[in-house]
């Protein structure tokens, strides 16, 4: 990862210097500098077209929405500068001083996200706390949440730019769901085949898509330059007073402008933090502040263009290139919200939170380039749905957002674990720190609740069925693993037993599959007893997920010596990597394990699981349990073993 070590102590952000790479004593810069500074700017681009899409889609709509609330109110000159002042107080505090400054310094090993953050401060508490995982289970599931709607609102966003282009008038309205239904269907069909190819040009277009933001900003806020106003938050505290709660109420529409913030923080892993802090202080941030004090200049001077700020700002001459800009902007930020929801569904089956989902890698170059065809059907209906549901961006901000506050509080919640027990600050000033955020992100968070009547429930309900299906999964799963335990013979009683008694032996190496290594595989008391036989070697395999994204390949397999024909081996993956067995295994010749796939056979133990009324969990939860480890993804494609290898070995157990 160019661009920034990672760090996870505590210590001050360090935002990229202007000659980073280059030595202090050096009289001229060398070859090798000129290559990071490089390296440093191409990781910058890119992260402003992945990072960055959301929320640079928003100037289409957000303040289009608050000042609709505010001229409710007080209306006049402070409903405008109010609002724009409100506006980029939010940008500073919630995006620059909690994600920018003070959040992304607590990564995970270089990675971020809130499943990144869990697994983060579970490491911190040096256990597993059933608060800090709830957190995470409630801040993954909020995210899907906000991942349906965010490409619903940006497409439909940019292509109701038509309503107000030259010459149409209401001619093309009729098309405008459609069009952006199409455009959507086609970018959830070409995930199979992946994105990297295109990925490379998502930079470049945001870059000019911010530029273009800027630029218009600029020229309208010569209409009125008293918005300069707007930078003290005087103004914007002054319209929050005299609304009451109607100020309460336009909160939640300001807090369309910080949509996306969270990005910053779960696509650290991909860029690093000096790119991503690069992007933001010296590109996105000043063209957002151009943009968002250029609509509200342009309303003072012409109050009508508050219908629909945006492109009221976009002279005749240029109108439609900057739609067909636009459109394509919100389709790159689709794109990001997509990637994000496969990585997130990566980690959760990892860290044990989902059952194990077909994942499918679409580059052999990058690892991190993945296709999840579940999530991606599931996405896409989801999607269209709203579409037919809301039919329009206005309605839709009414559903946005609370996702987004969600995971922000949640964010901040969890962040206490790591300040206080790993980066060890004195108690006064991680509750001066945290409880600030906090009491901001709870204020964004209420307000946005107002809005539940409205469309707000929508992504409540997914994820409350999303932290269900979650409980239900850990919860059987331990259900499970702990009735296999109390009925499983331990490993040093099998093998006592097996020398007393030896069975006939087979030529070979057998591989069996468990998530407990202390007692005998379910497959390999089967094959004893229906069998009658040993292998050769016998390899008990675990694999287990860090608390870390990745592991190096050093640290990846553990082999331990049992008797002279068992081995325990571990693998270990990151919560952000994909196992492949047959691979890691092949390792294990420099440790003196002759391991030839030709002659090896796969054993796992296939459970059938019938509900139970009178143990375990409701007999509802059981049977959604039992349709989840149905419909899991097998053990063989997600472990990558070759088929011709695999024996399964059944057993019916009740949850």
């Known amino acids: ?113 809130t499943l990144a953050l869990m697994a983060l401060a579970t490491h911190a508490v040096g256990r597993r706390s059933p608060w800090i995982f709830a957190l995470g289970v409630c801040g993954a599931a909020l995210f899907y949440g906000d991942g349906v709607i965010t490409p619903a609102i940006s497409v439909l966003s940019a292509i109701e730019g038509v309503k107000d282009a030259p010459g149409v008038g209401t001619s093309l309205d009729a098309f405008i769901v459609p069009v952006a239904a199409v455009i959507l269907i086609g970018l959830f069909l070409v995930q199979s085949r992946g994105t990297a190819g295109l990925a490379k040009f998502f930079g470049p277009i945001t870059a000019v898509w911010f530029l273009s933001l800027g630029a218009l900003g600029l020229v309208h806020i010569f209409d009125d330059i008293s918005i300069f106003r707007a930078i003290s938050p005087h103004y914007g505290v002054m319209l929050l007073i005299n609304d009451g709660f109607l100020g309460f109420v336009i909160l939640g529409s ?84 997509i990637t994000g929801a496969f990585s997130v569904t990566q980690q959760a089956v990892q860290l044990g939170l989902l059952p194990r989902i077909t994942i499918r890698f679409t580059s052999e170059s990058q690892a991190g380039q993945i296709f999840v065809p579940a999530v991606n059907s599931l996405l896409m209906i989801g999607v269209l ?100 335990r109390k009925d499983s013979l331990p490993m040093a009683d099998l093998i006592g037993m097996l020398s007393a008694r030896p069975p006939h032996r087979a030529p070979g190496t057998a591989v069996f599959l468990t998530s407990d290594p202390d007692v005998a595989p379910v497959a390999l008391m089967h094959n004893l007893k229906h069998n009658k036989v040993l292998h050769e070697k016998n390899v008990i395999l675990t694999v287990r997920t860090a608390d870390r994204p990745r592991v190096p390949e050093s640290q990846r397999v553990l082999m331990e010596p049992i008797n002279d024909d068992f081995k325990r081996i571990t693998l270990t993956y990151g919560f952000m ?64 073993i070759p088929p011709g290898r695999v024996v399964e070995l059944g057993t019916q157990v009740s949850v």
């Open 254 to 337: 300001v807090f369309l402008a910080v949509t996306g913030a969270e990005a910053l923080y779960a696509d650290m892993g991909h860029f690093g933090k000096g790119p991503i802090r690069a992007g933001w202080l010296y590109l996105v941030l000043p063209c957002l502040t151009l943009n968002y004090l250029g609509q509200g200049a342009m309303i003072l001077d012409n109050p009508a263009a508050a219908t629909n700020p945006f492109w009221a700002m976009v002279p005749q001459a240029i109108y439609w290139p900057m739609l067909l800009l636009a459109t394509v902007a919100t389709v790159i930020a689709s794109q990001a919200v």
């Open 385 to 484: 749905t709203l579409l037919v549901v809301f039919q329009s961006s206005h309605n839709l901000t009414a559903a946005y957002g609370v996702a987004v506050t969600g995971v922000m509080l949640i964010n901040t919640l969890m962040s206490f674990s790591v300040i206080s027990k790993k980066w060890k600050w004195p108690m006064w000033a991680v509750l001066g720190t945290l409880i600030p955020f906090g009491f901001i992100d709870t204020v964004f968070l209420t307000s946005n609740l107002l809005k539940i009547p409205q469309g707000a429930w929508l992504p409540l309900v997914m994820g409350a069925a999303l932290v269900l299906v979650m409980w239900t999964w850990t919860r059987g799963s331990q259900i499970l693993a702990d009735k296999a």
């Open 577 to 640: 990597e994909s196992p492949v067995v047959p691979r890691a295994l092949a390792q294990c010749r420099k440790q003196g394990l002759k391991f030839d796939i030709m002659s090896t056979s796969f054993f796992l133990g296939r459970r059938s699981v019938v509900p139970s009324a009178s143990q375990g969990m409701p007999l509802w939860q059981d049977k959604l349990y039992i349709f989840l480890m149905r419909n899991a993804a097998n053990p063989t494609d997600f472990f990558h």
């Open 1 to 113: 990862m160019a661009g920034d070590a990672p760090r996870g102590d505590g210590a001050p952000p360090a935002l990229p210097p202007a000659d980073t790479g280059s030595a202090p004593h050096a009289a001229a810069p060398s070859v090798g500098d000129h290559a990071h500074k490089a390296g440093f700017w191409a990781l910058t681009i890119g992260a402003i077209g992945v990072v960055f899409g959301d929320i640079g889609t928003s100037p289409l709509y957000a303040l289009r929405e608050a000042i609709a609330h505010a001229q409710e109110g007080v209306g006049g000159d402070l409903a405008v500068i109010g609002v724009v002042s409100l506006a980029f107080w939010a940008l500073m505090i919630v995006v620059t001083f909690k994600y920018v400054l003070f959040l992304m310094r607590a990564d995970n090993k270089g990675e971020g996200g």
